[in-house]
């Protein structure tokens, strides 16, 4: 069973910075992805941002670009999302994911059926 561990949330002003962290285990394939997700309340799991282990590619949802910025420490098998000018609207519980065969559905990183789930960090940012 493959265990995700999301730590990092709080509260912050808007205009704020928070850090995610997504602590995984140590695989011995690259074929994943991981994926950060939020759900606000009342609202659908929107996908933000993913990166790919084999090849180190990074997506993010229109509604994040620019600010947020996702990376991978593989010494510390952590991945992180760095989260600067916050908005109200980013209020959310954050969820990273990891999907196996990251090859096979890297076109629809967003859509895919993600394997394992960390338990969720919640973010609420004040106007």
């Known amino acids: 069973e493959v265990q995700l561990q999301a730590s990092g949330g709080g509260l912050v002003p808007a205009g704020g910075s928070l850090r995610l962290s997504c602590a995984h285990p140590?695989?011995?394939?690259?074929?994943?992805?991981i994926t950060w997700f939020r759900q606000a309340p009342g609202k659908k799991r929107e996908g933000i941002s993913c990166?790919?282990?084999?090849?180190?590619?990074?997506y993010y949802a229109d509604s994040v670009k620019g600010r947020f910025t996702i990376s991978s420490d593989n010494a510390k098998n952590t991945v992180y999302l760095q989260m600067n000018d916050l908005k109200p609207e980013d209020t959310a519980v954050y969820y990273c994911a990891m999907g196996l065969n990251y090859r096979l559905w890297k076109s629809y990183v967003f859509l895919y059926e993600y394997n394992y789930w960390g338990q969720g960090t919640l973010v609420t940012v004040s106007s």
């Open positions: 990166t790919g282990r084999s090849d180190g590619t990074t």
């Open positions: 140590t695989f011995t394939f690259d074929d994943y992805a």
